[in-house]
C-alpha cells in the first residue's frame, strides 16, 4: 500500500499562492493522486485528483513529476476560508477494492 | 439537499452499551464507506459496500456490524461500546462504475463518545 507523507502543518497570508507537497514513493502504476479538503467538524471535500503531470481545475492544481513519486497541491491566492486540513491519498480510483488511505494531512493556517 | 446524510450528529452513550449510525445517500451512487476519525485526526477507512456487497473489512473489531439494507443505505451498528470506541464517524459514497474520478463525497460525521 502507498503510504503518503506530508508537511504537518504550514501558514500563509491571504492573496499567497500556497503549494502543499506529498511524497509517496511506493505509488503503484494503477494509483491514482487525490486531495481532499476538511474543514472542522466536517467530512472531507474532494479538491482535485489526477495521474501525472499537471491537472487544474477551479479551486487548485495538481502537479505530478514524471517519477510520479511525490505530487504538490497548489492553492493560487488563498484566502482566511481555505484554512483546513488537506489530504493527499493514492489509490485506484475505480477498484471498490481500493484500500484509499488518508494520511495525517497538513494543517494549513491562512492569516490577514 | 444533503447529499450524505448521517444521524445521530452526536452520541454520548456508556460503555458496554450498543448503538447503531445511520447513514444515507440520495446520489444513487453505487459505494459506501465508514470511516473513523480520532483524536488526532487520522482517518481510518472501516469497510466499504458496493451494492450492497460488502468488499473491505479493515481490522476492525467485529463487535463493528455495518448493514446495508439497500444501496442508499449503510448503517453502523456497535455492539459492547468501550471507551476507544470514542472518534468521529463518517459516512462516504462514490460511484465508482465509469468515469474517471472516484469522487468521495462524505456525510458531516458522528461524534461518538463513550462514558
Known amino acids: 500500500l502507498a503510504k503518503t507523507t506530508q508537511p504537518i502543518s504550514m501558514d500563509s497570508y491571504e492573496g499567497q499562492e500556497v503549494n502543499i507537497t506529498c511524497s509517496h514513493n511506493?505509488?503503484?502504476?494503477?494509483?491514482?493522486i487525490t486531495w481532499y479538503q476538511q474543514f472542522p467538524s466536517q467530512g472531507p471535500r474532494f479538491i482535485i485528483q489526477?495521474?501525472?503531470t499537471k491537472v487544474t481545475n477551479e479551486v487548485a492544481s495538481l502537479f505530478i513529476p514524471a517519477d510520479r513519486k511525490s505530487s504538490t497541491l497548489s492553492l493560487p491566492r488563498v484566502s482566511l476560508s481555505d484554512t483546513a486540513v488537506y489530504y493527499c491519498?493514492?489509490?485506484?480510483?475505480?477498484?471498490?477494492?481500493?484500500?484509499?488511505?488518508f494520511g495525517s494531512g497538513t494543517r494549513l493556517s491562512i492569516r490577514p | 439537499d444533503t447529499a450524505v446524510s448521517q444521524t445521530p450528529k452526536y452520541l454520548v452513550t456508556q460503555m458496554g452499551n450498543d448503538k447503531s449510525i445511520k447513514c444515507e445517500q440520495n446520489?444513487?451512487?453505487?459505494?459506501m464507506y465508514w470511516y473513523k476519525q480520532d483524536s488526532k485526526k487520522f482517518l481510518k477507512i472501516m469497510f466499504s459496500?458496493?451494492?450492497?456487497?460488502?468488499?473491505i473489512n479493515e481490522t476492525v473489531p467485529n463487535r463493528f456490524s455495518p448493514k446495508s439494507p439497500d444501496k442508499a443505505h449503510l448503517n453502523l451498528h456497535i455492539n459492547s461500546l468501550e471507551l476507544g470506541d470514542s472518534a468521529v464517524y463518517f459516512c462516504?459514497?462514490?460511484?465508482?462504475?465509469?468515469?474517471?474520478?472516484?469522487?468521495?463525497?462524505f456525510g458531516p460525521g458522528t461524534r461518538l463518545t463513550v462514558l
Open positions: 489526477g495521474y501525472k
Open positions: 511506493n505509488i503503484a502504476t494503477n494509483d491514482y
Open positions: 459496500y458496493n451494492n450492497k456487497e460488502l468488499i
Open positions: 491519498l493514492v489509490g485506484v480510483p475505480h477498484s471498490s477494492a481500493s484500500k484509499i488511505i
Open positions: 446520489l444513487g451512487h453505487d459505494t
Open positions: 462516504a459514497s462514490s460511484q465508482l462504475a465509469g468515469g474517471t474520478y472516484n469522487e468521495q463525497f
